[in-house]
């Protein structure tokens, strides 16, 4: 029987790649972002899989609510919802930084991750099936200088994703975070505003991980049999590691 992944932030990056994924595998897809112009050209696009896509941003709740209770009968059964849609805004330390920057974080990465799994839960926990993959960072576990915002928003997602975890306990629901280094998307090109010199220079002269390599892992985690649950998954690109701790001398 054909499944159907439900994917936010498809418009871009990770979310397009996985839709791209899922669609080559003949998965049904749900797509969501703002971006409508985008939207249009994935259905034009998978003309071979069923497709249904909703503009939708997922700081509001109340179109986030619609979104879910408007699915299409041949697309009510979500099998899998891929919670990517997110951003980082700004680097600037906390001192600096713009508190609007810290908010629309929140908003999205938080409180819009909550509002979609809150819909779609209840009719996987009815069906006794399913799957939620949150796409994390490693930003979640491990500090940076500007990450300040951003990283705790993705700190939320890992715990959010365990305790998900302990309260699916027995219904046979699927919980996975996908927590990724350094890839290239327009995830620098948003988090500097538009400043695309700025972003490109954040991927010189490194091989960063793609977008399709997200998704690929994406698929692996969901294509898993279904008594088997990646409970977290970090991934970097080569190029990337640790710094030693940072000691502050006196001069
Ligand atoms: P992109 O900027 O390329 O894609 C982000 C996607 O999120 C877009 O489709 C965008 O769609 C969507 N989005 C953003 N805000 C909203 C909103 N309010 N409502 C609905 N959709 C929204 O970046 P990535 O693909 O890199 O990022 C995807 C996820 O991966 C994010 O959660 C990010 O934090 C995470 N991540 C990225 C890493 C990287 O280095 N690239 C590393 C680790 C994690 P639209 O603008 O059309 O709404
Ligand atoms: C994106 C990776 O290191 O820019 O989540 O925060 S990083």
Redesign the pocket.
């Known amino acids: 029987m054909t499944k159907t992944a439900f994917i936010?932030?498809?418009?871009?990056?990770?979310?397009?790649a996985c839709a791209e994924m899922f669609a080559d595998k003949g998965w049904g897809l749900v797509l969501?972002?703002?971006?409508g112009d985008?939207l249009r050209e994935l259905e034009e696009k998978f003309t071979d899989v069923a497709v249904h896509t909703v503009i939708?941003?997922?700081?509001n709740r109340r179109e986030v609510e619609a979104m879910v209770k408007n699915l299409p009968d041949s697309h009510m059964a979500i099998d899998l919802l891929v919670n990517?849609?997110?951003?980082?805004l700004g680097l600037k330390p906390a001192q600096e930084a713009d508190l609007d920057d810290w908010e629309t974080m929140v908003?999205?990465?938080i409180k819009?991750l909550m509002y979609v799994t809150r819909a779609l839960l209840p009719g996987m926990v009815s069906r006794g099936k399913g799957h939620i993959i949150n796409?994390?960072?490693?930003?979640g576990s491990w500090p940076y200088p500007g990450g300040n915002a951003?990283g705790a928003t993705?700190a939320f997602v890992e715990q959010f994703s365990n305790n998900l975890r302990a309260d699916l306990h027995g219904t046979g629901i699927r919980v996975s975070n996908v927590?990724?280094?350094?890839?290239?998307?327009?995830?620098?090109?948003?988090r500097f505003h538009g400043n695309q010199e700025r972003a490109d220079a954040v991927y010189e002269g490194t091989e960063?991980?793609t977008?399709q390599d997200?998704a690929e892992i994406v698929y692996w985690i969901a294509d898993r049999p279904s008594h088997v649950n990646i409970n977290r998954l970090e991934v970097m690109p080569v190029c990337q590691s640790w710094s030693p701790f940072a000691i502050h001398r006196q001069e």
Request: aromatic share 6%.
């Open positions: 936010t932030g498809a418009t871009s990056g990770f979310g397009r969501s972002g703002r971006r985008r939708c941003d997922v700081r990517n849609a997110g951003l980082a908003d999205t990465n819009g796409i994390g960072s490693v930003a951003y993705k927590e990724p280094g350094l890839a290239e998307s327009e995830f620098s090109v948003v960063p991980l977008p997200i």
